[in-house]
């Protein structure tokens, strides 16, 4: 929608490094990135920088209205946009990196699974860490953690350390195919069975 592209833009501009892309995420990708969300069950399902929602509605339906879906935006504009937009969202605005606490002041456990549109690629090296580290404190054995990246970003050594501590953090990383009808391309990694943490 022209609307959420326009949004997407502004808060871009303000804050780059924080938004990390231009525009909404494709439906294409929104599947492709919510595809290890449980179909059966009540899940506790958790996205980390939901923009303005592509993957939300991906996510709601897919749960169609069961098990516990928490967004966690940092940008205020676009979770008030989320909150109008999907009421059975429980959307919060939040750092990403303090989801094990918001998992316990909601009694919510350990999430089932972990859907991320947060920009790895533009984040420092501790950045990167401490958001992995919230994520697989927060997840079951079972869980799987899925984000994506672009195509054209691959090269930079941003990119191929997010990719590097992936593989560390998890016994099973995967890379999908490339989502060519998003703009720019990008491609899913999907993440299995954390590692032990020491």
């Known amino acids: 929608m022209p609307s ?3 949004l997407f833009l502004s808060q871009f501009m303000r804050s780059p490094s924080l938004v990390g892309a231009v525009a909404p995420s494709s439906r294409a990708l929104a599947r492709s990135v919510t595809a290890p969300v449980p179909e059966t069950g009540d899940p506790v399902v958790v996205e980390l920088g939901p923009g303005t ?3 939300t509605e991906a ?3 897919r749960l169609g209205g069961r098990g516990h879906h928490l967004a966690v935006e940092i940008n205020e504009p676009m979770a008030r946009l989320l909150e109008s937009r999907f009421p059975g ?3 919060v605005t939040a750092d990403a990196e303090t989801l094990p606490d918001l998992l316990r002041e909601r009694g919510l456990g350990s999430a089932d699974a972990v859907v991320s549109g947060l920009p790895w690629a533009a984040f420092s090296q501790d950045h990167q860490r401490r ?3 919230a994520v697989l404190t927060s997840m079951s054995p079972t869980a799987a953690f899925t ?5 054209h970003a691959l090269p930079l050594s ?3 350390r997010f ?3 992936l593989q560390i953090a998890f016994e099973e990383v995967v890379a999908g195919r490339t989502v060519w009808g998003n703009l720019p391309p990008a491609f899913v990694y999907t993440a299995r069975r954390p590692r032990p943490r020491p």
């Open 4 to 6: 959420d592209a326009s």
């Open 89 to 91: 969202v429980d959307v």
């Open 147 to 151: 984000t994506f990246a672009y195509v």
């Open 53 to 55: 929602g592509p993957f």
């Open 59 to 61: 996510i709601q339906e």
């Open 158 to 160: 941003t990119a191929r």
């Open 131 to 133: 958001l992995l580290r």
């Open 163 to 165: 990719r590097r501590l």
